[in-house]
């Protein structure tokens, strides 16, 4: 009887690594490659913001609204919008590689799954966020109001002076809202603590506001980015399904990868060939012979062998018994 490990439980931080990196550079690429027409990515937002109109659900107005009218609200959203998706979301990757190294594969193919889908929407659907719009709709753009306090200019949190490598105009979906939704499931399933738990429920909803509120996104962006995270769910375990037939296919591995030594099993040694031999004692009889509870057909040969030694002595003490009789006539 073999054992059969486990294969590819821990993830290795050398594959891992390039593997992010490049599906993050292909990520940054992709949206300064598919900028588009600004005049399309205006028509797409206007038509985002009348859809919200009729709808009433054009919450960004008067959250941008407050955050305009009030430094110590603008201030702190423009640092966490700024910062936040690029420190806590690879923090928690990494969190996750050393202190869950069995939930890791899934949630990293899960959040990659779901970055390249929000590629795809910059693509086919070029968006200008309200802070672009023309004055006359109502948006102020809350990190140019307070530039002086960051290190972002007025092009969207990107540093002052480099405001050329983003793509303003991929407002749709929003991923600042889809990962943090990402690490608040993190958070959420795969820490122990009472308050990471709460972190976990409130700091998606949280960036919902910001993003919002500082007129980066309308609320149909974080409504998309929200739905991107779901398919991304969905799809998280297929690929990986995928990713491990093609690996399979290549490197001749298979599921049933026999390591280790031979089990000893309890009637005795398996051999190679799946048959049990018994096991022998020092004296060389058979273990467990006599003992209660032992095979039946080691108790019969027992038997059948103590029967001729039995026998023979019988016969001996006659032979001697006939031999005095006989010397004595």
């Known amino acids: 009887m073999y054992r059969t490990a486990p294969r590819g439980k821990r993830p290795r931080w050398w594959t891992e690594l390039p593997l992010i990196a490049v599906v993050y550079g292909l990520y940054s690429a992709g949206r300064l ?22 709808f009433r659900i054009n919450f960004e107005h008067p959250l941008n609204r407050l955050f305009t009218d009030h430094a110590s609200i603008g201030i702190p959203a423009d640092f966490a919008y700024a910062a936040l998706h690029y420190l806590l979301t690879p923090a928690l990757l990494v969190w996750l590689f050393r202190r869950r190294p069995d939930h890791y594969r899934r949630m990293r193919t899960w959040l990659m799954i779901s970055t390249l889908i929000g590629l795809i929407g910059f693509t086919l659907l070029p968006t200008c966020p309200p802070r672009l719009l023309d004055g006359s709709y109502g948006f102020v753009d809350t990190m140019h109001q307070y530039s002086e306090y960051g290190w972002w200019g007025g092009d969207a949190s990107a540093p002052r002076g480099l405001g050329g490598l983003t793509n303003q105009y991929a407002a749709m979906p929003s991923l600042h809202v889809g990962w943090a939704l990402w690490c608040g499931a993190v958070l959420w399933r795969h820490s122990r603590a009472a308050w990471a738990r709460i972190a976990g429920v409130a700091y998606p909803l949280l960036i919902t506001l910001i993003v919002m509120g500082t007129a980066n996104h309308y609320f149909l962006d974080a409504a998309a980015g929200a739905g991107v995270m779901g398919i991304g769910y969905l799809l998280a375990r297929p690929a990986l399904r995928l990713t491990a037939r093609i690996r ?25 060939a799946g048959t049990a031999l018994p096991r022998t004692t020092a004296a060389g009889s058979p273990a467990g012979a006599g003992r209660p509870g032992a095979p039946e057909r080691l108790r019969e040969a027992d038997a059948s062998d103590q029967i001729p030694r039995q026998q023979a002595r019988g016969e001996a003490g006659d032979d001697r018994a006939d031999d005095a009789a006989a010397a004595a006539r």
């Open 248 to 272: 399979d296919r290549f490197t001749g591995a298979t599921d049933g990868e026999i390591t280790g030594t031979p089990a000893i099993v309890s009637a005795g040694c398996e051999t190679s």
């Open 33 to 54: 490659l598919v900028r588009g027409d600004v005049q399309s990515a205006v028509d797409h937002g206007l038509a985002i913001l009348d859809l919200e109109k009729t």
